[in-house]
Every structure is written in C-alpha cells, then in structure tokens.
C-alpha cells in the first residue's frame, strides 16, 4: 500500500512533532522498571518486571546486589548480576537458628547447608530481629544462597533495586 505524495509531507511532519510527546512518558517509566531474565536455578520462572518504588511485603521478590565476599565470587563471578529472592521476615520479625533448620517468628522457614555445591563451607547468617529497612530473604530451592547464611544476611534498603513479578 502507498501513501500518496501528498499525505507523506504532514504525515511525516506530524510523527516528528509526536515523538517528543510519546519519548518523555516512555523515558519516565523505564527509570522506575526493567525487563529482568533470571539465569538462576533458585527461582522457577526465567522474566520478571522489576518495579523499584513497588512497596516491599512479606512474600514479595525483590532483587537487589549481594555482598561482595569470596564465595559470591567465586560461584558467581566478578561483579555478579543482581540476586532475586522472596522476602520471609520483615523488620522487627525475630530469626532464630536450631540445629539446621532457621525459624522466623516460631515458623521454620528454611534448613541450612554446611557446604557449597562446590564445597566451599558456608557460615550461619544473622539470628535476632531484623533490623528497621532490612528484610530476611530465601527461595524454595534448596541450594539457594540467601540471608540463611553470613555471606548475604540481611538484605537492607542500599541494596535492593525494586520489588519483582514474575511474568514468564
């Protein structure tokens, strides 16, 4: 199909002077959202929209940028892209550890792991109340490296970039 010649002039005119208008609103959103792929076993699906001034409650997904540490580094490489994790314990919430197994507000929550998947030992992560703008992280997968251990602990407001959806 052809546009006659005399439409492509004020066609053409019109989607210059309209792309400014449609730019700022699409710019606006995309410093507020991201398309996220997970390439992580720790959580079932693989996209997720990211909104970083979502409100944070408990059960939501939140990402945000771990702790830099030599086992983060070494199973994960130089500079490792953002963490993705549910959020189990809120602050003033109360972690307790007993034997294995970690326990939020009398809720076992997670059991922990000595070791690595490559061996490398693990420490026990931060036990009491979780402090005003932290959160206590985790996944159902069972290697999962989460606040269970002292490597990333608590999970606070510096380091999360937004809440998550998972859409695919």
């Known amino acids: 199909m052809s546009v006659p010649l005399s439409l492509r002039r004020p ?22 959202h991201a398309f996220l792929i997970n390439a992580s076993p720790s959580l079932p699906n693989w996209a997720f929209w990211l909104d970083k001034h979502a409100p944070i409650v408990r059960g939501s997904l939140i990402f945000f940028e771990p702790p830099q540490s030599e086992l983060v580094e070494r199973h994960f490489g130089e500079g490792p892209q953002m963490f993705g994790k549910r959020v189990l314990g809120m602050p003033g919430d109360i972690v307790r550890h007993e034997g294995d197994a ?3 507000n009398g ?15 693990l420490t026990r992560g931060p036990e009491g109340v979780i402090p005003e703008g932290c959160y206590y992280t985790g996944t159902s997968h069972p290697r999962g490296l989460d ?12 380091q999360i970039l937004g809440s998550g959806r998972a859409i695919l």
Do not use: N
């Not at 066609?11 to 507020?32: I, Q, Y």
């Not at 809720?107 to 030992?121: C, D, H, N, S």
């Open 147 to 158: 606040s269970r251990y002292g490597e990333i602990g608590f999970v606070c407001r510096g």
């Open 11 to 32: 066609l053409l005119l019109s989607g210059l002077v309209l792309l400014p208008l449609a730019w700022a609103p699409l710019d606006a959103f995309s410093k507020d």
């Open 107 to 121: 809720r076992k929550v997670a059991t922990l792991l000595k070791v690595t998947r490559l061996g490398v030992p």
């Open 102 to 104: 970690v326990f939020i």
